[in-house]
């Protein structure tokens, strides 16, 4: 391996497959030329979408004669599909061929696989999925956004120093983060066992955390990090993208309705438009697998070129800042902490 | 008791006490000649906001000399202040004075005092609140937001009864509502144990229920009745609130840019209007605590008239309908089922 960044590309994962990767791939290189990327997957298929792109040291494609399902088990996606690009691309990162993988597939699939192949970092129990969402003041981070259905406390603590370690190597824009647990009200009195123990294990941290935070604050940006169990964030997630896009169908409605809302809707284009770019998901598409020896970007399975494209970009990114052995270092200094008190 | 419908309502309970909730019941009582009033709390500060407006038979004043605090322990409400307008409204209805009180005060105090003098319905172990929120079709109901931190299958499966019977005799637009679960994905492997049984439990129900759904799914409107524990509804409640707060503001300052921008904004006002009158919440206010024997509305503590007025409404159609009743029946009719299975 050279000094340049090298990514491995699940070409076959997620909706669209290489229709949607190869491009991303293609308009990624076109901007930036520290970055070889692999394209994993059937030969074929993947050659189909190169247009007249040619392949090179930078683009190269590696086969992988399998897919994963969207909707396989993760189990069987294991056992049963050694090569399948996802996997192929994972044991490229393992092997020491690429130095992170970007994956549109299966979440669950993706998650299980590069838990068996890449391991676990030391003194991290589970992996955690984390991204940024916009706010009103930026972007805010949120973990575990569904790698996890049921947390314990320490998960969540863990969960906390990573989120930290990720967004202060990641995040040029947040320095010393604010860490926030989320909670049903920031009384102390509220919220279930885990979340109070959790809260004790921060309190005792040398993390800057601000303490409870709730569902409304992820988006108002008075917090860096927000902290919950993958079933919570999950949840949390999907509701505030039914709200978006319930909201959009009421505005496109509204100006449809006659002559005058027509015409102001003309007007509002311009405003429409700064406005979903602020918001747009696929601007914060590429959540990080954490807590894992490897780097692992999972892209939305939906992703077009243009989110998958930024998905590369995180990856890169991860490389560039070392995320996993950032994350190692942080865990390892504050669990001293903990045992010196 | 007459046959006239009573409801009493805590005068000093929310951000805005008697200064909201008295000019709420005069304008409810001007449009309602079958409703008779209770205003509860300190005489003197309901007077102060009667006006011109004098009182009778059907808005009476019930004096009662505390005021529980917003952020007050539950505990501490319910043993120390036995004479707070919330207590004496909650009185009133387990006394036959009033078919229902409305509370816009501290939702712990509420619910706990709530528990404490009215007692459970039969074979129901846990209150859970429910709600409309608007959806792109219509609206979707949505409990338990937030009166319980955990829940177990069982409690899951009382919720969606309880859930199902409000919305059959409640809501007019909605019969043999669709109940969902909410879950991280909708294949079967997802969610942690508890949801898993209590997927399995409404699944041998007669209820008529869809099977899981997600976040998104409550405000697209392919579901009637969203089943959750109180930690994870109030959190996907909230961060709704978040981004729709989030979007407002991107949306006035993308109108403010400069001319065009505002000349658009001008223009728009009607479409705005339109929208917002579509969502506002506060044409939702009204919180109902089911599994209760007796009538508990819950107001959004910053309510305002508009939005408390609403809650009284949400109090009458509960006594009309005879919401405790009608849960208790089916409640039973569900349990016998599973018992002869």
Same mark, same amino acid.
């Given at each position: ?17 290489? &229709? *949607? ?20 997957? #059937? ?17 190269? /494609? ?13 189990? #069987?996606?294991? #056992? ?7 996997? *192929? ?31 676990m970092?030391?003194?991290?129990? #589970? ?8 706010? /009103? ?11 996890n ?14 989120g930290?370690e ?18 049903i ?20 941290? &040398? ?5 409870y ?10 917090v ?6 993958? =079933? ?42 700064? =406005? ?31 989110? =998958? ?33």
């Open positions: 391996m050279t000094d340049r960044i090298t990514i491995a590309l699940d070409a076959m994962g997620g909706d669209f497959g290489p &229709s *949607v990767v190869v491009p991303a791939a293609i308009d990624f290189l076109k901007k930036d030329n520290d970055v070889d990327l692999i394209l994993v997957g #059937r030969e074929e298929a993947i050659k189909q979408h190169l247009g007249q792109y040619s392949l090179s040291e930078h683009l190269r /494609i590696h086969p992988a004669s399998e897919e994963v399902a969207m909707d396989e088990l993760p189990s #069987r996606a294991l #056992r049963g599909k050694k090569d399948s690009s996802m996997r *192929v691309a994972i044991d490229l990162v393992k092997e020491g061929q690429a130095h992170a993988c970007v994956s549109a597939g299966n979440t669950g699939a993706l998650m299980a696989t590069a838990r068996f192949v890449l391991k970092l030391p003194n991290v129990d #589970r992996p955690a999925i984390i991204s940024a969402l916009p706010s /009103i003041s930026g972007h805010t981070w949120v973990l575990d956004l569904g790698a259905v049921e947390s314990t406390s320490d998960h969540l603590f863990q969960f906390a120093v990573m930290s990720l967004v202060n190597s990641l995040d040029e824009e947040i320095s010393n983060p604010r860490i926030g647990l989320l909670n009200g920031q009384e102390e009195i509220k919220g279930n066992d885990q979340v109070k123990r959790a809260h004790e294990l921060l309190n005792n941290s &040398s993390l800057n955390y601000i303490g935070v709730e569902g409304d604050d992820v988006y108002c940006g008075d860096d990090v927000v902290v919950t169990d993958g =079933f919570v964030g999950n949840i949390a997630l999907k509701s505030a993208e039914g709200v978006a896009k319930m909201i959009a169908h009421y505005l496109k409605r509204g100006f449809k309705r006659n002559f005058f809302t027509k015409l102001a809707g003309v007007l509002a284009i311009p405003v429409m438009n700064g =406005f979903k770019k602020k918001i747009d998901p696929r601007r914060y598409n590429g959540a990080t697998l954490l807590g894992l020896r490897g780097i692992v970007i999972k892209s939305h399975g939906g992703a077009d070129i243009l989110a =998958f494209n930024h998905a590369i970009k995180m990856a890169k990114k991860a490389v560039h800042t070392n995320v996993p052995e950032r994350i190692a270092h942080g865990v390892e200094s504050q669990l001293e902490k903990r045992v010196n008190e």
